[in-house]
């Protein structure tokens, strides 16, 4: 099956020759990470087998965390991590989006305008918390930055998981939220729109924004996630350590057209889709994150700053509970061998034990 590597090696060099010269750096350097992933010119281990003395090579991984094919070790500790850091309460999804008037604005200054919405949208949910109508205290939430829709279309948006509870202003109590209701959504959405623009114009004093954004619906939703938090966790933890596709998706690469595969939400179907090659790599490149850039934060309660707070809620909730300690997780059989013993693919029987490092770019023989 064709991945984006094999796009990257056939496709880029001409797609660098006709935009070379408006590409960032972390557009160039994502480029050649995904074609030098897993080959030669990243080095690696040599390693053979205790019982049949077969030999692998194996190479490393790019670890850029744009490349769709590292992080998967990555992804699963991340969502263990979280899964254990959970509060034994019900949980709420919020998403925040923008109008496409501001999609540009935003593309342009990608760095100062992801952390703006990033950080409007905590704190028009923890500004409408705090009113004793609806939690009465401070909240806490796991933001998360996408930048697409399944078509790889720009679509920049944050997805906040928040705990159905809050902390009194006294520090004394923990207030639980409404099964079925945290916030009024419309209400949430005006103050994200006031508080973005308020933000916005403070970091980009020669931004013109236009007047339509205060007629055009911003669109906000909250739903209790119910049963499935731990669904909705896992569909945030795979787009925080990938990117906007897998390779899984990619069907074919053929006359310089790529055809790849995405779920129409509206339809609730599979489709497909053939653009360009040089179109296909816009796509990709354009959620290709600033350097440095946490697409990750935690905001409230659950900010590294509150964190013997947090542990103490925790604690605290967890005893009052029912159902006593968590039950335990259940972790990869292979994550119990270590990195440098791995089962012998050839023999089944033995392990690969690392017996040589390889350099970048030497080659194997043939």
Known sequence: MPGVA??????????????????????RRTMQDVVDCRTER???????????????????SCKNRSCPACHESDRKSWLEKRKREQLPVPYYHAV????????????????????????????????????????????GMLSVLHTWTRALVYHPHVHCLIPAGGLSHDNRYWLEARKTYLVPVRALSDIFRATFIALARRKLPETVFPQSIWKTPWVVYCKPCGHSTEKTLSYLARYVHQTAITNSRILSVERGKVTFRYKDSRE???????????????????????????????????????????E???????????????????????????ESIRLCPLCHKGYLISIMPLPRRWRAPP
């Not at 990243?42 to 490393?60: A, I, K, P, V």
């Not at 925790?314 to 990869?332: C, F, M, Q, S």
């Open 42 to 60: 990243m080095g690696g281990h040599l390693f053979r087998c205790s019982h049949c003395d077969h030999l692998r090579y194996s190479y490393h």
């Open 312 to 338: 103490q809620i925790r604690r605290e909730l967890t005893n009052k509970t029912e159902i006593g300690d968590a039950e335990p997780l259940n972790v990869d059989s292979s994550a119990k061998i270590p």
């Open 268 to 310: 609730c179907r599979w489709k497909t889709m053939t653009l360009e090659a040089s179109e296909f790599i816009r796509r990709f490149l354009q959620h290709v994150l600033p350097r440095g850039f946490h697409k990750v934060r935690y905001y409230g309660l659950l900010s590294p700053r509150n964190r013997n707070i947090f």
């Open 6 to 27: 094999d796009i990257f090696r056939s496709c880029g060099p001409e797609y660098r020759d006709r935009y070379g010269h408006a590409m960032p750096p972390s557009h």
């Open 96 to 139: 925040f989006t923008v109008p496409k008037e501001l999609h540009e604005i935003i593309r342009s200054h990608q760095k100062i305008s992801y952390a703006l919405l990033m950080e409007a949208a905590a704190l028009s949910l923890m500004k409408l918390a705090s009113d004793n109508r609806y939690v009465g205290g401070k909240i």
